[in-house]
Structures are given as structure tokens and as C-alpha cells.
């Protein structure tokens, strides 16, 4: 009988962040499967975590992936939580890689079988000036991608009020040189508020962008039933939540219009197919948050090959930019980026590869998010 032996923790530091990557052991020295923490800076508290679950995951059957993610997550009295859920993430997707290379197929095939052929990526692309957003994005079309998700650079301190103006005047000189083809969205990181996140919208002529990522926090759902009542423009949310149930009032009520879930922090692929399915009642497309590395894209082309409602995938390392998540050192087998799209793999399980060796040599230094102050001192959101 295939057993878990022992659950092993490797946070490190690779190139400017930090992951938490999970090996999954069992007594077949052949079957293991890795999985990834999506809580940025917090990959200490995830590790504890998966200590307690430890303490009774090993001796149990790793391929009882719905009934152990029942345990973990329904196994004490304070259920949920990012911290929970994300450690609940990282054993879920390496559970999947060990099922897939126990059966000599990949992921897909256990979450119903593949419906497409590859996977089409979204540019995450970050921009300080009009100038360099403009070249970048340019580059980025004549590289076959379609759509880009921009984000402005802010590292010590944020001005809500002059940031959307100069933000704005960016976006109309983008859309202006690029054309009507491309896809433009923009992630504002939850920094504006209500009446803020409107006034950016007004001062941009109609078509402009073609959505906004979470404006505004997303605690309230309340408060984006009203601010959808204000403007006219799709929302994409949905990265931070950590369960189906913080999913729910806004598939329901069909606050966003793309599902920005996150496989490594809403629970593992057990999680993110049920929310898939609650998108798809509402007819809301996946737009899978993939800020981390290989095994992050990895489960985010498993889940997306599943799905129907698929509309892009996050992509932070581009012929533009790169972010060095990807590290060929640390992950010698990942998927490999063709364009602007990913291929379906083809490898039993996840297909990734992590070198253990490199991360013990190299360790893990601890990461702060940047704080953000507005001008008279007041903190702001990153």
C-alpha cells in the first residue's frame, strides 16, 4: 500500500523573492510529488502549518486526495484562514503529482481530461513612464501576446489622488499607440478607494482598458455590488481569496467577471475546481493568479487545460521582463513558456523538477512587502 512517509519544507530565496516548495514523500522511493505555498512573506508560518498536519498525514494514503483535503481543512476547530488554506494548497497539488505519476499520466487527466491544447498567458508588466510602457507593451504584441496586465511600480510611498492621474494619461497613450486589438487590464493592488477608484475610471475615454483588478479591497463584496453600480468596466478579483465560500458572493452575484484564483493559496486544485465549476454557472472565466514559479504555472496549465471558462493565465517572466521564478538551477524540469501560451504537458504528474541540494545551499532570507505611505504619513496598501 502506497503510504506518505514524511512531508518536507524548502523555504528559499530565488533571485529577488521568496517560495515555500513541499515535497510530499512516500514509501515508494519512486513516488513523490511537489506543491508550492502562494503566501508571499509569510512562508515560515505556512511551514509551521504543515508540521501539525504532518503529525498525522504520514502513514496515510496519499492518493485520498478529497478525503485528506476534508481532514486538513476540517480538522480543528478554527477552520480556514490564508494561512491554512495555503498550506492546504502546497500538500494538495503535490498529493496530485504523486496520484499522476503513480498512474503514468499527468495532472489533467485526474481533474477530467484535457480541452484544450495549450494555455494562453496574459503579460503581467510592471511600468514607471509612459515611454517605457508604451516600448514594452509594443514588444510584448510582436511577440504574439494579446493581452497585458499592467501594474505601476510603487516601493515607498503612494499618492492615490496623483497616482491616477498620471496613471491614467499612461493608459490613454498606451491604447493610442498599441490599437483596439490588444487586451488591456490594469491591477491597482487594492490601493483606492470607492470614490477614488471611480474618478480614475471617469478620466479615461470609454475603451480605454478593458478591466481593472481589484481596485479597491474585496473584504466587503457589498462594496463592489456598489461600485459596480458606478462604473462601467469588468472587474478581475478574487487572487487574495482562500476558499470557495470567499468566492461565492462574487460568482454568485456576479460581482467579477474573471475569477483571479490562486491554486497555491485557495486550497490546491480540490479547492480550484470547485470554484472553476461556481464560475462556470455565472458563465465568469478563469484568470488564475500565478505570481510564484514553476510549480505555481504548473497546476494554474493542469487546472486551465480542465476547465472550459478558461480566459488567460498570469505570466511574470516575458521577452519584457523577468522576475527569475523560474530559475533553471532550482527547476531543471517546467514547463516551457512558446510565445505568449504554455502547451498542455505531457509528463506524468505536474512535470516539475526542484533541486533540494541547490535550495538547502542557497536558504532563505526573510522578505517584507514594501509599506506604502501617502504623503502625510498614513499607510497605505501594497
Given at each position: 500500500m502506497l503510504e506518505i512517509k514524511d512531508i518536507l519544507t524548502y523555504p528559499v530565496t530565488i533571485e529577488y523573492g521568496n517560495q515555500l516548495v513541499v515535497k510530499v514523500v512516500t514509501n515508494d522511493d519512486k513516488i513523490y510529488g511537489w506543491g508550492a505555498s502562494g503566501l508571499s512573506t509569510r512562508e515560515l508560518a505556512v511551514a509551521g502549518v504543515i508540521n501539525h498536519f504532518k503529525s498525522f498525514l504520514i502513514g496515510r494514503d496519499p492518493r485520498q486526495i478529497e478525503a485528506l483535503w476534508q481532514e486538513m481543512y476540517r480538522g480543528q476547530y478554527f477552520e480556514g484562514g490564508r494561512v491554512l488554506t495555503a498550506a492546504i494548497s502546497a500538500i494538495d497539488i503535490a498529493l496530485h503529482d504523486i496520484k499522476g505519476r503513480w498512474l503514468g499520466v499527468p495532472v489533467y487527466e485526474l481533474l477530467g481530461g484535457k480541452q484544450r491544447t495549450y494555455v494562453e498567458c496574459f503579460a503581467s508588466l510592471r511600468f514607471s513612464s509612459p515611454d517605457e510602457l508604451i516600448k514594452k507593451a509594443q514588444n510584448l504584441k510582436k511577440e504574439g501576446f494579446q493581452c497585458i496586465r499592467l501594474y505601476n511600480d510603487a516601493v515607498d510611498q503612494f499618492n492615490p489622488r496623483s497616482s491616477i492621474a498620471e496613471v491614467a494619461k499612461s493608459l490613454i497613450a498606451l491604447r493610442k499607440a498599441t490599437g483596439t486589438t490588444m487586451v488591456i487590464g490594469l491591477d491597482y493592488h487594492h490601493r483606492l478607494s470607492l470614490p477614488e477608484t471611480v474618478s480614475f475610471l471617469q478620466k479615461m475615454p470609454e475603451g480605454t482598458i478593458d478591466f481593472i483588478e481589484e481596485p479597491i479591497r474585496d473584504e466587503n463584496p457589498s462594496v463592489y455590488q456598489e461600485l459596480r453600480?458606478?462604473?462601467?468596466?469588468?472587474?478581475?478579483?478574487?487572487?487574495?481569496?482562500?476558499?470557495?465560500?470567499?468566492?461565492?458572493?462574487?460568482l454568485k452575484d456576479n460581482i467579477t467577471q474573471f475569477a483571479r484564483v490562486d491554486v497555491c493559496n485557495v486550497g490546491g486544485l480540490t479547492e480550484a475546481k470547485k470554484v472553476?465549476?461556481?464560475?462556470?454557472?455565472?458563465?465568469?472565466?478563469?484568470?488564475p493568479h500565478n505570481p510564484l514559479g514553476?510549480?505555481?504555472?504548473?497546476?494554474?496549465?493542469?487546472?486551465?487545460?480542465?476547465?472550459?471558462?478558461?480566459?488567460?493565465?498570469?505570466?511574470?517572466?516575458?521577452?519584457?521582463?523577468?522576475?527569475?521564478?523560474?530559475?533553471?538551477d532550482f527547476y531543471p524540469i517546467q514547463p516551457e513558456l512558446k510565445g505568449p501560451a504554455y502547451d498542455i504537458p505531457e509528463l506524468p504528474g505536474l512535470g516539475v523538477e526542484f533541486n533540494e541540494a541547490l535550495a538547502i545551499e542557497k536558504g532563505f532570507e526573510l522578505k517584507e512587502a514594501p509599506r506604502l505611505h501617502r504623503n502625510d504619513g498614513s499607510l497605505n496598501n501594497w
Open positions: 453600480k458606478m462604473v462601467n468596466m469588468p472587474f478581475a478579483i478574487g487572487e487574495e481569496f482562500s476558499s470557495k465560500w470567499q468566492f461565492w458572493p462574487y472553476a465549476a461556481m464560475a462556470e454557472t455565472s458563465y465568469i472565466d478563469l484568470m514553476p510549480i505555481c504555472t504548473a497546476a494554474s496549465i493542469h487546472l486551465l487545460a480542465s476547465c472550459p471558462n478558461v480566459a488567460w493565465l498570469e505570466e511574470i517572466n516575458t521577452p519584457v521582463e523577468w522576475c527569475g521564478t523560474n530559475s533553471k
